[in-house]
């Protein structure tokens, strides 16, 4: 199978002023699409061409740092794009009770992203995962994912990679995580949450 470039959730101007429409036609348009050109392109005409995404990662997770790097950041990009949303969302009872336990509410929650993801130290990804029953902060690095850690289900992440940001923000990133963390998605968390297994890339 060849897995396609998603459509965002959301028009592209909906993300202001935390992410412009110019960030988006660069980071989905062109940033996402190459990830996707280059996994379908590498598994061509290998077994793995009729695996879902997630499948693709973990077989070629220590293999083949191509194909993973680029199977990676294709999840990572699908995932994130729905970890945002253009209006306020809510989270559902069962998630705003674990929120609370971990963290005491969903402002505190995002203090630590904001403060995870300002010191984390050149490019990667700040997620909220589930991890053995109670919600957890975690951070990759570079190409990195969660998408195949067994035990561990994402909820959200936020791109930390520069061109994230940098058309808008500069070298400005507390700035955009100040901002991005308003536009995060919490129904998409909260199904990620209620499902229980991790999100597939659609396709």
């Avoid at 998603?6 to 989905?28: M, V």
């Avoid at 290998?46 to 191509?66: E, Y």
């Avoid at 069962?94 to 971990?102: D, N, R, V, Y």
């Amino acid at each position: 199978m060849a897995f396609d470039l998603i459509d965002l959730p959301y028009e592209k101007t909906a993300l202001n002023p935390a992410i412009s429409e110019e960030t988006l036609n660069y980071h989905h348009g062109k940033h996402h699409k190459a990830y996707i050109d280059k996994t379908n392109k590498a598994i061509e005409d290998k077994s793995t061409s009729d695996d879902s995404l997630i499948a693709v990662i973990k077989s070629a997770r220590g293999s083949d740092q191509g194909l993973f790097n680029n199977s990676a950041q294709s999840w990572n990009h699908g995932f994130y794009w729905h970890s945002l949303a253009s209006e306020e969302t809510a989270a559902s009872d069962e998630l705003t009770s674990m929120i609370k336990s971990a963290f005491g509410s969903v402002d505190e929650l995002k203090d630590k992203l904001k403060e995870r993801g300002a010191g984390h130290f050149a490019s990667g990804w700040v997620w909220l995962a589930e991890k053995n029953g109670e919600l957890t902060i975690m951070e990759t690095h570079d190409g990195d994912t969660l998408a195949d850690q067994e035990g561990i289900n994402p909820l959200l992440t936020i791109d930390l990679w520069e061109h994230a940001y940098y058309l808008d923000h500069q070298n400005a990133r507390p700035e955009y995580l100040e901002q991005v963390t308003d536009k995060l998605n919490w129904s998409f968390a909260s199904e990620n949450l209620a499902r229980g297994t991790t999100w597939e890339y659609p396709g």
